[in-house]
């Protein structure tokens, strides 16, 4: 069992610029840096949450894109402005931010 109540992968994935859209030119790196500055700020989650890039989620042409386990609750088009709004609702306060969700679509 993981000693971390709460594991965030976000996606680093960079392909060419003629392929596929991925998450790092689209923020994901600059997305990644910032939540890692959230959680610095906040001594109390260190021991608590992990932050953990990863390559691709899935989403990509909704990206950048990260996924908060082990609610399982994704995140799509996240800005790095976003960052701090996820560390203090989600991962301090327990509620995922609605108007970042990312629903998967019904196959």
């Known amino acids: 069992m993981s000693k971390f109540e709460r594991h965030v992968f976000v996606c ?3 392909r060419p610029e003629t392929g596929k859209p991925s998450c790092t030119p689209r ?3 600059a997305l990644f840096e910032a939540l890692q500055a959230g959680l610095g ?3 109390e989650l260190w021991d ?3 932050i ?3 390559g691709c989620l899935g989403p ?3 990206g950048p894109n990260l996924v908060v386990y082990p609610e399982g609750v994704w995140y799509a088009g996240v800005s790095p402005e976003d960052a701090d709004e996820i560390v203090e609702q989600h ?15 019904e196959d």
Not at 91 to 105: A, I, K, S, T
Request: include cysteine.
């Open 27 to 29: 923020g994901g790196a």
């Open 91 to 105: 991962l301090v306060g327990g509620q995922p931010v609605d108007r970042l969700r990312y629903e998967w679509p």
């Open 41 to 43: 700020a906040r001594p």
């Open 48 to 50: 608590r949450v992990a």
């Open 52 to 54: 953990t890039s990863c």
């Open 60 to 62: 990509c042409f909704e």
């Open 12 to 14: 680093l994935t960079q």
